[in-house]
């Protein structure tokens, strides 16, 4: 937001847009709408408002305590040099191009929030503006970033204790499941379109009861935006069939978890730089120097992208988890795939970075791979060979020789090489670095000591 007679001209747009907005959701039907941002701990928090007041929430926002930005999964509060106690208060402002009538909230609509002080000046803290940060930086370069995620879940019957029961019993990627469960998963897929989600993928996962939905690429800030939406409509047309939804890294201790992979593409001047003529795999020179920047930063950013307890729980070699610090072509084994795609298509190629999680804030993982393949590209990173196979079936001698790393195996471990990476530090500032790591070694500290299938149980149905 900027001061003085710019930010009176944009206020007053805005009220008039939202005037618009609420006359038009009004004659839908909709009488609230949520308010969402993600906190550190990604967790999806809300505010919600009357319909009638959109207008006047346009114009001055909605307080709300910057406190949750050291809030943990479980709503224990810590504090960072920056954060923490009762003091202070924030904006919440709906970004008006996203407002979304929910499908399967009937009354219901939904907006992204960006987050502001008091004064106007944009929160230091605020993940949503980090990412958007990150994605105009890489436009002011001359990139052009395209983001898309695949969620998994798992899909529960009530259960005794909180526990998980598979509501179907077909095979991995059997289509006896989607009979089991058709009228489900029709709905989720009419929930999505109906909110104007492209969806390209709807199927049965390899876990019990689990479920994946892959959404059309974007740019990075919708992107996480539909993250956020995807699954908090997954979440609605569950729990009206009398289901429930698990996003946890880990459903079932000793199982194969929920990842949330996040593919992306690089582009320049309206060209995919994944279809580079005559380029090893049709990758640009800038493609592969922003690709090995996120290659080499994965350790650090396993903080950010694999931030729970849980995560490492399922960050299993030999699991399609991408346990290892490598690449691979069409490898699904790598913890960074190249997806060739088709050749044919001119757009087509992506990367796919396969060990995260949805227990990391979207915002927050989109804006963190940008910083690390603009500083890829800025230091000149090069992609090592790839693997073939399983580096998990690999000797340690080998994947020695060959720099194929293990990722961190604990959130601890994950969290000491983020706190010291500079190139994120710099990237978010020292608010919103200071506030994620306190978060972490918080989880981390109350975590310790525990079993798999106690850190399971807190974290199941939390995200």
Known sequence: MADGSTTAARIGEQRRTAREEAARLTAE?????????????????????????????????????????????????TASPHLGGPDGDLRLFPDLDRLTVLAAQ???????????????????????????????????????????????????????????????????YGMTRVVELSDYVRAVAEALDAQGIEVLQIHPEYAAGQFEVSTAPADPVRAADEAVLVRETVRAVTARHGLRAAFAPAVVAGDVGNGCHLHLSLGRDGRSLHRETGAPYGLDPAAVAFLGGVLEALPALSAVGAPSPASYLRLIPSQWAGAYRCWGVENREAALRLVTGDWDD????????????AAANPYLLVGSVIAEGLNGISTGAKLPPPVVGDPGALGETERRERAIDRLPTTLSEATDLFERQEVLRDAMGEVLHGALVAVRRAEAERSAGRSPEEIVAATRWRY
Do not use: H
């Not at 909709?30 to 006047?56: H, M, Q």
């Open 29 to 77: 039907g909709v009488r609230v709408i949520a308010l969402t941002w993600v906190d550190n701990a990604g967790i999806a928090r809300v505010k919600a408002v009357p319909t009638a007041r959109l207008a006047a929430v346009a114009q001055r926002g909605v307080g709300m305590s910057p406190v949750f930005d050291v809030y943990t999964f479980d709503d224990f509060i």
């Open 106 to 172: 009937p009354g219901w609509a939904w907006a992204p929030v960006d987050r502001y002080e008091q004064g106007g000046a944009p929160y230091a803290a605020c993940q949503r503006q980090f990412a958007r940060r990150m994605a105009d930086r890489a436009a002011a370069e001359g990139f052009e970033v395209r983001m898309g995620f695949e969620t998994e879940w798992a899909v529960s019957r009530p259960a005794p204790g909180d526990a998980f029961d598979a509501a179907c019993a077909g095979p991995a």
């Open 346 to 357: 001119p757009d087509g190629g992506n990367a796919e970075i396969k060990c995260v999680d």
